[in-house]
Nanobody, 124 residues
Framework: HVQLVESGGGSVQAGGPLRLSCTVS????????MAWFRQAPGSEREGVAG???????TYADSMKDRVTISKDNAKNTLYLEMNSLKPEDTAMYYC???????????????????WGQGTQVTVS
């Protein structure tokens, strides 16, 4: 039974940092492509950052200078470090996992097989 559980969200002042975690169970995270997405009210779910099985990372232009995605394979945990947060970063943040395959796009939500329940980030 595959499960992804996010944590670390909360309320933070503009300019502050926050670190999100996604604990994976039911499979080994090192063998999957993983990503963070976010969804604000009334908006589409959008990719924030992705990491593949080699550890190579990709970021959305809107956040690439302010976020870092990483994985601790020993702990089966995915992280998202966010800095200089802005009110427009307010959203529900989700982690997702995908089987590596040809044509996979890190920021295309349809390509992901498993999702967490989300953790709310509010910046004021």
């Amino acid at each position: 039974h595959v499960q992804l559980v996010e944590s670390g969200g909360g309320s933070v002042q503009a300019g502050g940092p926050l670190r999100l975690s996604c604990t994976v169970s039911g499979y080994t995270s090192s063998t999957w492509c993983m990503a963070w997405f976010r969804q604000a009210p009334g908006s589409e779910r959008e990719g924030v950052a992705g990491i593949d099985t080699t550890g190579s990372t990709t970021y959305a232009d809107s956040m690439k200078d302010r976020v870092t995605i990483s994985k601790d394979n020993a702990k089966n945990t995915l992280y998202l470090e966010m800095n200089s947060l802005k009110p427009e970063d307010t959203a529900m943040y989700y982690c997702a996992a995908a089987t590596p395959r040809a044509g996979l796009r890190w920021d295309r939500r349809e390509d992901y097989d498993y999702w967490g329940q989300g953790t709310q980030v509010t910046v004021s």
